[in-house]
Structures are given as structure tokens and as C-alpha cells.
């Protein structure tokens, strides 16, 4: 399968010009500095994935916001001086939010021209500013789409999106991925983009059970559920039918290995099979595990899912660096921290 040259082994900065709870200039100034980038490019990585929410680069009239490019314009300047990619994923777009937090409709932007010429100029804006910058930078179309019934309304609107890319920055990278929260199972669904610099990508934290235990905005998740990794099938099935079958749907998938190396390689292979027929790349924008899982099950369960990206060319950004309950900076044991780096 084709590799995502220079986009192999990244992370996430997730938390800063997306999904703050503080969106002050001293917030925005403070919470990524230079110091991470030069450590992200310390760790041996190749990219950083930058989720970017519309609210900061745009106002709610669509018009520019200045002060918000300055952080992107910023973050690039850092990744050129320490020899890193970046890609700027659009997070959330006006009209549309994937997060289960936002408590609104999650199809209606796909079916809307005016929500969705909106969408079109933004990436126009973002395409003319950093389009010349196509041997550092790649753009990622929006972030988890979660309904899987929008998969052609979506496909239509990625498609339309890239061609209006194309007429500014016809040497970019794009990045685009399915339905239910990014689910590899909704690869297979993506359009043929016959376009030799788009990207295939999803989302991968299966079982959900056990990188999302005790997480609070997973609807029915008991605060206090803990889980090992690794733990039989059986295991996280039962645990699994609490949460919401779109949430926990790969679990359950029919022959199913146990939960292994193999798991994950059963898991992706319509994935990768999908991107070898179309001569795509594939990308996973987001693995990881919560900070509440025991730092053992983290090491077992990263070695896994890394040996399958590393087998099959699979690019990948771990989520999270710094924070939003998965940052990889945040746990205590500076060895183990180290050990998870290295897999990376």
C-alpha cells in the first residue's frame, strides 16, 4: 500500500485551537508553545495533527478572524524550524459538530448548500494562505462525520471540497474519512477521489470499552468502569453492550479474532483493501487510550495497534499529546511515557 510519506508517526495537539474550554489570547499563547514542538520533534515523530475549530479563524458572519491564522502561522513556523509536517484538520465546521457534547443535529449540514458553501470557503481561504506549503503542510477535510446515513451526502460534499482546493493548491495533501465517528469500518464507503495526493483516513479506539473506560461524555459509561487490555473478547463484548451500538459496533464484528495484534489486523483489512484498489493512502488521525486505563494496558494495547500501522504502511497521530484526558505528557511515569513515544 502507498505510504503517507512524512506523516507516518505523529501526534495530536488536541485541546488548543480546538475543544477549549478557555479560547483566551492567554490560553491560545500558552498551552502550545515552541518548547512542545521542539520536544514532539525530540520524541522522534514526523507530524503534528492540529485540530482547528472554525470559531477561532472565522467569526460567526463567516468573515476572517486575523488573530486566529496567527496561531496556525505560528505552529507552522515551529514545525519548519524542527523539521516536522503538520496537518490542519478542521475540527468542527460552522453548522456541523461531531462532538456528543454539542447536543445538535449531526445530518442537517449535509444536505444544506448554504452550511455547506460556507464550508467550501473556508477551505478556499485556508487553501490560499498555506497552499504553497504543500511539502510541509496537508489539510484534513472535517473531523468524524457520525451518521451513517449522510455517507453519500458526505461524499459528494468531500468531493466538491477537494476540487475547490484543487483550483489553488493543486500539489496539497487532503485528508478525508467516513461515517460513524471515522469507524475504518466506513473506509470501504469513501468515493474514489482519482486523485494522486488525497488521503484515506479514520479513527481507530477499538474497543471502545476499554480506551474510553470511565470516560464522561461517553453516554452510559459508569464513571468509576475499569478494564485491562489485554482481556478476552467475551470480556469486552459483555462490557460493551451498556454503550450505544454505534459507538461499540466493531466489537461485534462476526469472526473476530481475540483481541491481539490480529484483532486489529481483522479489523482495518477492508480498510486497507479499499485504499489498495483505489491507490490511496491510509492514515488513522486518532488512536489512543484514556488516562484512567492502567499504564501496563496503554503499553500492551499501543504496541498492538502499532504493529498493524507498521505492517501495512499505516500513517498515524496518537491523541492526545497534552491533555483532554489522553495526553501522552501527562503521565507521571516518565518511563512509561518514553515507552509509549517509542511506538509510536
Not at 456528543?100 to 452550511?115: A, G, H
Not at 490560499?128 to 453519500?152: H, T
Not at 462476526?254 to 484498489?277: G, H, Q, R, T, W
Request: net charge negative; glycine share 6%.
Amino acid at each position: 500500500m502507498r505510504k503517507f510519506d512524512g506523516y507516518m508517526h505523529g501526534i495530536n495537539l488536541g485541546g488548543w485551537l480546538s475543544q477549549a474550554n478557555d479560547t483566551s489570547p492567554e490560553y491560545y499563547n500558552s498551552f502550545i508553545t515552541e518548547k512542545d514542538i521542539a520536544y514532539i520533534a525530540e520524541l522522534g515523530l514526523d507530524h503534528v495533527r492540529l485540530p482547528v475549530d472554525y470559531m477561532v479563524i472565522e467569526e460567526e458572519d463567516g468573515s476572517v478572524k486575523e488573530e486566529g491564522y496567527a496561531y496556525i502561522d505560528k505552529c507552522i513556523e515551529w514545525c519548519e524550524k524542527y523539521n516536522l509536517n503538520i496537518i490542519i484538520d478542521i475540527h468542527k465546521t460552522f453548522g456541523y459538530s461531531f462532538d456528543p457534547l454539542d447536543k445538535t443535529d449531526k445530518t442537517v449540514f449535509f444536505y444544506d448548500d448554504k452550511l455547506k458553501g460556507r464550508f467550501y470557503a473556508l477551505w478556499r481561504n485556508i487553501a490560499a494562505r498555506y497552499g504553497d506549503k504543500y511539502e510541509r503542510v496537508a489539510f484534513e477535510l472535517l473531523n468524524e462525520i457520525v451518521e451513517p446515513e449522510v455517507a453519500e451526502a458526505w461524499n459528494k460534499t468531500a468531493l466538491e471540497a477537494i476540487a475547490e482546493i484543487r483550483r489553488i493548491a493543486p500539489q496539497s495533501w487532503i485528508i478525508f474519512g467516513g461515517t460513524m465517528y471515522n469507524s475504518v469500518l466506513s473506509v470501504p464507503e469513501l468515493a474514489d477521489p482519482k486523485d494522486d495526493r488525497v488521503v484515506f483516513t479514520f479513527h481507530s479506539y477499538e474497543p471502545l470499552i476499554f480506551t474510553h473506560q470511565g470516560a464522561y461524555w461517553v453516554e452510559n459509561m459508569p464513571s468509576d468502569f475499569r478494564v485491562k487490555y489485554p482481556e478476552s473478547l467475551e470480556v469486552y463484548r459483555e462490557h460493551s453492550r451498556m454503550l450505544s451500538p454505534q459507538l461499540v459496533s466493531g466489537i461485534y464484528k462476526e469472526d473476530l479474532p481475540e483481541v491481539s495484534v490480529e484483532y486489529f489486523e481483522f479489523l482495518f483489512k477492508n480498510a486497507i483493501a479499499a485504499a489498495e484498489e483505489k491507490n490511496v493512502p491510509l492514515y488513522c488521525g486518532e488512536y489512543g487510550v484514556i488516562d484512567l486505563a492502567d499504564d501496563i494496558s496503554k503499553l500492551n494495547w499501543t504496541a498492538d495497534i502499532c504493529a498493524v500501522f507498521d505492517k501495512y504502511n499505516i500513517g498515524r497521530a496518537y491523541w492526545n499529546y497534552k491533555e483532554k484526558d489522553f495526553g501522552i505528557i501527562n503521565i507521571e511515569d516518565e518511563e512509561v511515557r518514553k515507552k509509549i513515544a517509542k511506538q509510536l
